[in-house]
């Protein structure tokens, strides 16, 4: 009894393959099957949908209301696992203090390296500067004349 038992079962769980060997979508007179299948779409769950199912769960006392309430729905533990992550995430996010008044302008990355580089050129011109008029005044002391510089305008 137990081997016609596993025939009947292997020979069900085939699925959607002929066990005459056909190709699928054709009928003993070789014509094709009109049938057009469905392919399935991925489900989207609104938030107030995923925020009832998280209640419902967390209000369930007995054993095996959780899964009775998973099965009912058609859902995977997964997803309450997950929607419960979000719904924490969300009230964290809400209970944080916010600054008031107008958002800071987003300040973009250039800007504080352009910053930085203009203060350290700042600093290094202020230096060549004061070389500059330890030169002149060591050419006039020792009576050396220096040669005039050309005109910045042309710069």
Not at 31 to 36: A, C, I, L, N, R
Not at 106 to 135: H, S, W
Request: glycine share 8%; aromatic share 2%; proline share 3%.
């Amino acid at each position: 009894m137990s081997t016609l038992i596993e025939r009947e079962t292997s020979a069900g769980s085939e699925g959607a393959r002929r066990a005459t060997g056909d190709p699928a979508g054709r009928d003993a007179a070789g014509v094709e099957d009109p049938e057009v299948v469905e392919q399935a779409k991925r489900r989207r769950f609104t938030a107030e949908y995923k925020l009832r199912i998280v209640r419902e769960a967390d209000a369930c006392k007995g054993d095996g209301d959780v899964a009775a309430l998973l099965r009912r729905e058609g859902l995977y533990s997964s997803h309450l696992s997950s929607w419960r992550r979000q719904r924490d995430e969300i009230a964290q996010v809400g209970m944080t203090s916010r600054k008031r008044g107008r958002k800071a302008k987003a300040e973009d990355p250039r800007v504080k390296e352009l910053e930085r580089e203009n203060a350290r050129l700042q600093r290094r011109l202020a230096r060549v500067d004061t070389m500059l008029e330890i030169q002149k005044k060591t050419s006039e002391l020792l009576g050396i004349p220096l040669n005039p510089l050309e005109s910045d305008e042309n710069d």
